[in-house]
């Protein structure tokens, strides 16, 4: 069984046009599910109205976006408007971010990292549906509604490494969105916890999105390079050595990098090999109960450019059965 395949953009930014040639792939696909994660040169909401505009219209996924950046009800408005430009629904996805970010940008860290999110969803989630938001919490507060607009619906997301976050998932999102995390470590830890989230509220499960950095195995080409291109800052964060930890996995790059980069192949986590291995281990993924796999050419675009990232994610998508219709 193959779950849902989307496809992540790599390159984001101020250049608009980088976009379109990712929009028309995506569209060309059946109309998969762009995604877009958080760029720092850039908005990341304009890329999907840009493509709208130029008549590349597709359901986007934004994700996981750093909710130091944005108050909520930003956040709210622009996920709408990204929903009634492109005609598709939206899948809105936010994190705290790193400890260190937030330091950066606030000054100092969140006190608890769930109880800021609890309340950031809060109210993302009752503007987005309508209703009546009065919240005055620690982190965010807000007291209001957002002004209607025909659109399709918004789904709320929230990036997921660990258990605590992935029951407060279950509690209060619409999806749970991992990176890097292997197939197992979802299916043993992140869904018991999204379950018990759930149950405690009544509530259904969650939707779950893997996001995994993929590359077809070419001649001249070295999986372990490719995976620190595009991996290797996720790798020296405290929070995914954690994640990865609790999986199993060795994945210290600053003692050797090689072998950590070498222990996310071993471990399915870097989907490399060709088309049959690809189709493999995101058949793991499906085992596991994910629901959709966002392949990224990420490491490609960072090694080779962003002419070879788009010819890989054409091949990407290819390889797991999703010719062009």
């Known amino acids: 069984m193959m ?18 040639p990712y929009a028309a792939l995506a569209q060309s696909r059946g109309g998969r599910t762009l995604w877009l994660g958080q760029v720092l040169s850039g908005d990341t909401h304009h890329p999907f109205i840009h493509a ?15 909710m130091p950046l944005r108050h909520p009800y930003d956040a709210a408005v622009q996920a709408q408007s990204v929903a009634a430009a492109t005609g ?15 330091k950066r940008l606030l000054g100092a860290p969140y006190r608890s990292q769930l109880g800021a999110v609890r309340e950031y969803v809060s ?57 890097l995390a292997p197939a197992a470590y979802i299916r043993d830890v992140i869904l018991p916890a999204l379950r018990e989230g759930a149950a405690t509220r009544g509530r259904p499960v969650p939707r779950v ?26 790798l020296g964060l405290p929070h995914y050595r ?36 690809l189709k493999d281990r995101v058949a793991e993924y499906a085992a596991a109960g994910v629901d959709e796999v966002v392949v990224s050419a990420g490491g490609v675009v960072a090694l080779e450019g962003p002419r070879a990232g788009l010819s890989e994610a054409q091949a990407l998508l290819a390889a797991l059965g999703c010719p062009a219709v």
């Open 3 to 20: 779950p849902n395949i989307a496809l992540m953009m790599p390159v984001g930014g101020a250049r608009m046009q980088a976009v379109l």
């Open 52 to 66: 709208a505009a130029a008549g590349f219209p597709v359901p986007a996924g934004i994700g996981v976006s750093l």
């Open 88 to 102: 598709h629904p939206v899948v809105a996805g936010y994190g705290p971010g790193s400890v260190s970010f937030q």
């Open 123 to 179: 109210i993302l989630k009752g503007l987005l549906e309508g209703g009546e938001v009065a919240v005055t919490g620690e982190y965010f507060s807000f007291h209001g509604r957002l002004p209607k607009v025909t659109r399709p619906r918004v789904e709320v997301g929230l990036g997921v490494l660990r258990p605590g976050m992935a029951r407060l998932a279950g509690e209060v999102a619409d999806v749970a969105i991992t990176w």
């Open 209 to 234: 999105v893997a996001m995994v950095p993929a590359a077809l195995e070419r001649a001249g080409r070295a999986a372990e390079e490719i995976v620190l291109a595009g991996n290797r800052a996720h």
């Open 242 to 277: 954690d994640m990865l930890r609790q999986a199993g996995m060795d994945t210290d790059v600053d003692a050797d990098p090689v072998k950590a980069a070498r222990a996310l192949v071993d471990g399915g986590v870097f989907l490399y090999g060709d088309a049959a291995e």
